[in-house]
């Protein structure tokens, strides 16, 4: 990431409609929300749950 991933924002009056474009156009695979079109969104999905059972399966330490 260190060496490919790049952070940019601008102030917009209705960000969600821009969110959605840029969805549809670009290759965000990490994103899920509005990417079901994505080849790797089925299984991000299946690696998140899988996270989320092993997670709540682990002792809470205090």
């Given at each position: 990431?260190?060496?490919?991933?790049?952070?940019?924002?601008?102030?917009?009056s209705e960000p969600w409609g821009l969110e959605s474009d840029l969805i549809g156009r670009l290759d965000l695979p990490l994103n899920l929300d509005q990417n079901r079109h994505n080849l790797f969104h089925p299984?991000?999905?299946?690696?998140?749950?899988?996270?989320?059972?092993?997670?709540?399966?682990?002792p809470i330490s205090a």
């Open positions: 990431m260190a060496e490919h991933a790049r952070v940019c924002w601008l102030e917009h299984r991000l999905t299946e690696l998140r749950a899988q996270a989320r059972r092993r997670a709540g399966e682990l």
